[in-house]
């Protein structure tokens, strides 16, 4: 698969500048530059998993939908999508959302310090296609509905706490969440073709119980400044939230959201496209284009979107190669693994353990390609700080 670098939030539509064949941050550009090649180099035939990875990586399977977690008397769901990891003593829990209609919700598996899985539940019953969500500071899931009309959930990772509905928060095809903690609000993203970008301000920070909705305004190029307006009615009937504001920015399928150093990027699978906004700026970008590529592109199907502490973001593919793919600070897109074998299949669920040291993702229906035959694995290796 061909490399190729490109300038995070560069603006789209005027000349490159290129400089050794890299873009330069702040320069403006009408394709991307050369080919580049990813931190940890190329991928390796697959293992005994079925998984090209770097050198010195390596991988295990920690669940299969309809079977029991090893080391555990429970039975993990259908169609693993979203997910997160939360710290838990001197080990960690990783929750899964699933992503089937009736009877989603989500479940979790913790970890000791070793690694080792010591448990495995459910956190979340009776809700509809739980596709993705996030983690907030204070240590909750949030598990979205990817349906007309869905709600989101505040779930407890350790599932001792009832989950609750957060109605606030709007009702809409909800795919992802991501918590800003700067601004003290939650970003959302909404899964319709001509879907909008939101965020949810609390009342009262780390209570989200009420609030004000509010959805990014914006004009329609790729790039530009934006503001915020207040969705007049979040329970979205009989007028749909993204068409209750003049002037909301529409975007092609928003999936994954992740926030992080006054920065928020996600992801729109219609156009396969990365978008940035710079919070401390108000302005928007494109990250990721793959209109923008000369020849095969090396990420395409865009969805859940996670980044780790050295600043690389992780972007799993709907379809596509089933690749995650980094996009570096330096601005370079490459694969970092690579599954075979299930073509009919997605990549879902990235997110890191709290030190960093290991990748948990699924691949939602596995080899069988239906939702019964989901699979969910860990990476570990030597991943930069």
Partial sequence: MERRTFLRGAVVGSSAAAFGGTLMRGAVYAAP????????????????????????????????????????????????????????????????????NPNGGASAVRFNSSGNVTGAYRILSGTRQNCAGGSTPWNSWLSCEEVSLGYVYETDPRGVDA???????????????????????VYLTEDETNGCFYRFIPATWGDLSAGTLQVLVAGTAASGSFTWANVPDPDGSPTATRSQVSGAKKFNGGEGCHYADDTVWFTTKGDNRVWRLDLAAGTYALAYDDSLVSGSAPLTGVDNITGSSSGDLYVAEDGGNMEICLITPADVVSPFLRVSGQSGSEITGPAFSPDGTRLYFSSQRGTSGSSSGGITYEVRGPFRS
């Avoid at 050198?55 to 979203?82: E, K, L, M, N």
């Avoid at 992802?176 to 903690?181: L, V």
């Fill in 33 to 100: 530059a050369q080919p580049g090649t990813g931190p940890y180099g190329a991928l390796l035939a697959p293992n005994a998993n079925g998984i090209a990875l770097p050198g010195g990586f390596t991988s295990r399977v920690i669940a299969r939908s309809g079977q029991t977690v090893a080391g555990t008397s429970y039975t993990w769901h259908s169609a693993p999508d979203g997910g997160a990891c939360f710290a838990d003593g001197t080990g960690w829990i990783y929750v899964s959302n699933s992503e089937v």
């Fill in 163 to 185: 989950a609750v509905r957060r109605a606030a928060m709007g009702r809409f095809k909800h795919e992802a969440a991501a918590a800003d903690p700067v601004r003290k609000v």
